[in-house]
C-alpha cells in the first residue's frame, strides 16, 4: 500500500490512539456560541493535563510572553539588611541547563549605587562639554539619528568573585553562581562617543573625559581620551528593546572589554578636560599591587574563561559519553582558542569554539568527555587573540591578592559519587 499523508496519520491515529478528534477537541473548548464577545479565561484554556497535551486546545497568544511554568530562572538578590546604596542582583549562567551566550534582558546582573532612578526619555538630556569647541546637549531622538553602531557585549564587575578564590581562599562550595554572577553578555546598539566627540569638536589638548549619571550616586569616572576616541560607546537598546531601566535606561555608557564599574549607566555627561578626575569609586576599583602603590586606572580585562557543565554543586548521576561545555572572554579582542583539561591539568586537548566568536564577547566552547566514574578535574584555560593567556590561580594570589577582576583558571572537582565541587589550583 503506498504510503500517504492520510494513511500515515489515519494509521497512527488508529494504532496509537492519541490523537484527539476535532470534536472532542471542540467540546472541550467551553465555546457558548450564543455569545459572540465571549471570552474564555486564561485558566479555562491553558492546558494543563500534562499527561495527554495533545487533547486539549492550549493556551492563547499574549501579548508579553512567559517562560514555563517548568523553568524557574530569576536572579539571585544576596544579603539582607539591604542597603540602598550598594545593591546587587546576580546572573546565573547555567541559565537552567540552556547554556546560551546572550543574557535574558530581565536576568542581566545589577548593580546600583543609589537604586534604579525613574528617566522620563522625553526630558532625557546628555551634555557633551568642558574642553570642547561648542558644547552641546543632546536628546535620545537626537542621539538615536546619528549613525548607529551594534555590538555584542560581555560586561563583568571586576568585584565578581575574587573575595572569594584569591588569597588562597578556595570554598569548594563554590558554584558558578559565585563565579560569574556580576556578568552578563547583550547585543546593544547606539553611537559611538567619537561621533559626538566629533560634533563638539574637542580640543586637541584634553586628555581625560569625567563620565557621570543621573542617579542620586552621581556616578562618575574618568575615561582616557583615546579609549573614548576609539572604543566607547552610548547605548540605548539592549537585545532588540530600549535598556532595561536596571542597565541604564535610556542611554548607557559602556566600553567593551572594560572593567563593569566604569560602564556609566542613566548618562548624563561627559565633560572632557586636560587632567585626571579624581572620583569616589577611584576607592574602590584600584588595584594593589603586591609591596607598591596601587593602580588608580588599571581598568583593562584579560582572557577568562569556566566550565558552566559540569560544574560546582551539580551532581553526575551517570557515567558515559557526555559533552563539557563552557564560556570563555577576553577583554583584550576575540578568544584565540580554549583547551580543556579532563585530568586535573596532565593533559590539555582544543575545546570547539563556536561561531561566532566576537571580541569582549562571551564565546561558547564544548569538548566531548566520557566520565568513567572514577575522580578527576576539569579545567579550562583560554588564551586571546593578542596572546594574553588565562593566569593560574596561584599567579592571582601572588600578583593580584585582593581578588579585583579575578579570572584565574578554575578548577572542578569530580568526586567517584559524582559530587562536583571547587577545588585550588
Ligand atoms: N550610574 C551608575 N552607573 C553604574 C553603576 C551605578 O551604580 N550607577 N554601577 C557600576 C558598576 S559597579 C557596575 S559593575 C556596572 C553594572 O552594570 P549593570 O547593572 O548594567 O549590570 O554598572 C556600573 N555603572
Ligand atoms: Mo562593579
Known sequence: MPLTRRSVLAGSAAVIGWAASRAELRAQEKYPPEDPLWQPSREEYVNNDTDRPWAQTGAHPSEVGSRSPFVDLRRTIPMPPRNIYMESSYTDWRMGG????????????????????LIDPGKYQLLIHGMVERPMMFTLDDLKRLGA??????????GNGGHRMSAGEVDPDTTILETLRLSSACEWIGVPVRTLMELVNVDPDATWGMVESYDAAGMNRSVDIDTLWSRAYLF????GEPVRPENGYPVRFMIPGMEGNINIKWVRRIKFADHYFQTREDIRYSDPVPDGPYYQYSVQYGARSHIITPSGGMQLTQTGPREIRGMAYSGNGRIAY???????????????????VLPQMATMFTLPWSWDGSETKLKSRAVDETGYRQPTHEWIA????????????????????????????
Open 98 to 117: 540552556a547554556g546560551g551566550m546572550i543574557t535574558p534582558s530581565d536576568l542581566c546582573f545589577e548593580r546600583h549605587h543609589a537604586g534604579i532612578p
Open 149 to 158: 553602531e551594534r555590538r555584542f557585549v560581555f560586561w563583568e564587575c571586576q
Open 236 to 239: 540605548y537598546s539592549q537585545n
Open 338 to 356: 580554549v583547551e580543556v583539561s579532563t585530568d586535573g591539568g596532565e593533559t590539555w586537548q582544543m575545546a570547539r569554539l563556536h561561531d561566532p
Open 398 to 425: 601572588k600578583h593580584s591578592p585582593q581578588g579585583i577582576a579575578y579570572n584565574a583558571i578554575q578548577t572542578w572537582h569530580i568526586h567517584p559519587n559524582g559530587r562536583i565541587t571547587h577545588a585550588a589550583g
